[in-house]
Structure formats: structure tokens, C-alpha cells
């Protein structure tokens, strides 16, 4: 990942991060951890812009975003890209992580609880892992065994 400044611009505006992978340019604004009482609250629930045949289209109205989404849930979660809101925070003592998800917040409570429930399907192995993605990058292991 690659953050970007612009010199020319003001101190005070957020740098960009520019994803280097595989998939399409995209660029999102780099947010800070927001503490609870800072985090602004929830927009009011947006209004289709378009309809796309039979079907409303909800579409992100941030200069060079407009993504589309078939449902308004999923367009204010979108929307916390932009804004940075973080509403969900770790509640484990000591933790002041917080996510723009609840399915991300959910995946950092495993490094506190211990919980792997992802196992390895061979038998013999018996490792477990905490998240699909360390599983899939260690049954490379028994991929490449002869």
C-alpha cells in the first residue's frame, strides 16, 4: 500500500492510499482510529438515484467514487470509506481498536479469544487457524507435498 501526498496541498487535508494489487486503481481516503465520542454520527438513510430496469440503484455521490449499490445498507456501509466512521469498537479491556464493519470487528476478537475456526482438512495435519485466509495460504503447504 502507498500513501500519497500532495505537497502543493494544505497540511490539514487527508493523504490518499492507493491500493498496488491485481485489481482495479482504486483510491480511498486513509482514516485514523476515531475515539467514540468523536466519530460522526449516521447519515440519514440515502435516497435512490437512480432505478436500473425494475430495481433502485443507490449510488455513492463522492467526487470520483460512484459506486453503485442495489441496497441503501450498503451504500451507507460504502460511505464509511469516505467518511471514516469506525462505530465498532473492540470491548476487550485494554484494546482501542475500532472497524468500519462488524464482520471486521468480529475477525479481531479472535486474536483476543484464542478462537481458530478455521481447520486444516487433513487429518494428519491438525493446525486451525483464525481466519479463510491464513487457512487457504497454509493448504499451499500440502499443495506443493509429494
Known amino acids: 500500500m502507498l500513501v500519497m501526498h500532495d505537497d502543493s496541498s494544505s497540511a490539514a487535508l487527508p493523504a490518499l492510499v492507493k491500493r498496488e494489487d491485481s485489481r482495479p486503481l482504486v483510491w480511498q481516503q486513509e482514516t485514523p482510529n476515531y475515539p467514540p465520542e468523536s466519530t460522526p454520527p449516521p447519515q440519514e438513510d ?3 438515484k437512480k432505478k436500473h430496469g425494475s430495481k433502485q440503484v443507490f449510488i455513492c455521490t463522492e467526487v470520483h467514487c460512484g459506486k453503485q449499490f442495489p441496497r441503501s445498507f450498503a451504500l451507507r ?3 464509511r470509506i469516505h467518511t471514516g466512521t469506525k462505530p465498532y469498537a473492540c470491548d476487550y479491556e485494554g ?3 475500532r472497524f468500519n464493519t462488524s464482520g471486521n470487528l468480529s475477525r479481531h476478537k479472535r486474536i483476543h479469544s484464542g478462537e481458530r475456526p478455521y481447520p486444516c482438512i487433513f487429518e ?10 491464513k487457512l487457504k495460504r497454509h493448504m499451499r503447504i500440502h499443495c506443493y507435498e509429494g
Not at 495435519?125 to 485466509?133: A, E, I
Open 124 to 133: 494428519s495435519c491438525g493446525k486451525r487457524f483464525n481466519t479463510s485466509t
Open 77 to 79: 456501509r460504502h460511505m
Open 46 to 48: 440515502p435516497k435512490p
Open 95 to 97: 484494546c482501542t481498536q
